[in-house]
């Protein structure tokens, strides 16, 4: 299994690459930010942690190959392609218009309505109702379903090109209210919302804590220290993390004499190399 900032082959396979390199190379850091600023890039290292899961994709598959035809294969994945699958449909339109899309900040063309708005007392809510269902069930929420026939928002054509108006009727609503009164009314109504959420809430939510999606793993140099839970999450074989992960070069004596056989002068000998 080999990951690379851009694969083990093609004209850039030994160019150095990192995170974020593969983050502008892959076209999100372009596409992130607004219009009349620098692009920004994303908060997560989403190339790094989505390359890793493509790689393991591709090692199951790749044993699952090997199971059936005997024979192995490398499994190659490079940093940028991690990012670039997660484009969605972006090459598509980009492909009958002939054009790239601008950054736009928080509004995705045609994705409406969907932003943040910061609520009465100081924080930021997101709500995403971007189905005619959603929307309708958000302007029962709040207090306007005449909205959902309002010329400027009906047919959905019309609601696509006036995203700026009903995002200002929703600001206005969520601006009047606490956050907490705002989450409510939203979930009793089924519409998609939730605060923007800050590493203190996510460490302090009762959801996270219930999914055990905030472990407490002992360090070999720190402590204790937070991370991620197990995802996904199986029923019947669930994942743990059972120990803080290894030092460098830790069980190489457990791997190289135990599971794969090899004799003590062997491993002096690679040693003595450099090697391990």
Not at 249 to 255: A, D, K, P, R, V
């Amino acid at each position: 299994m080999r990951i690379s900032g851009y694969g083990q082959t093609g004209p850039y396979k030994d160019r150095a690459g990192f995170d974020r390199v593969a983050l502008a190379f892959a076209g999100i850091t372009g596409l992130t930010g607004y219009p009349d600023r620098p692009p920004v890039r994303p908060a997560y290292f989403v190339a790094d942690y989505g390359a890793g899961m493509f790689a393991a994709f591709g090692a199951m598959l790749a044993l699952r190959a090997r199971d059936q035809t005997g024979k192995g294969q490398d499994v190659d994945m490079a940093l940028y392609e991690a990012v670039w699958r997660m484009s969605g449909t972006h090459i598509a339109s980009y492909g009958l218009q002939g054009k790239d899309r601008e950054r736009s900040g928080n509004y995705m063309p045609g994705v409406v309505p969907a932003e943040q708005f910061e609520t009465s007392d100081g924080h930021f809510l997101v709500i995403n109702a971007t189905t005619p269902r959603a929307f309708s069930k958000l302007c029962e929420a709040i207090g306007q379903p005449e909205l959902v026939h309002d010329p400027r928002f009906a047919p959905r054509t019309n609601l696509m090109q006036n995203h700026a108006a009903i995002h200002a009727i929703l600001g206005e609503w969520v601006g009047q209210r606490p956050l907490a009164e705002c989450q409510a009314t939203l979930d009793q109504f089924g519409v998609p919302a939730t605060k923007v959420y800050l590493m203190e809430d996510i460490v302090g939510d009762p959801h996270f804590a219930d999914r055990h999606q905030v472990l407490s793993v002992e360090s070999a140099d720190y402590g204790h220290l937070l991370q991620p839970g197990v995802v996904p999450v199986l029923t019947a074989t669930p994942g743990r993390v059972a120990h803080r992960a290894p030092l460098l070069g830790e069980h190489n004596e457990e791997i190289l004499l135990g599971l794969l056989g090899m004799q003590p002068a062997e491993l002096e000998g690679l040693k003595a190399k450099g090697l391990v």
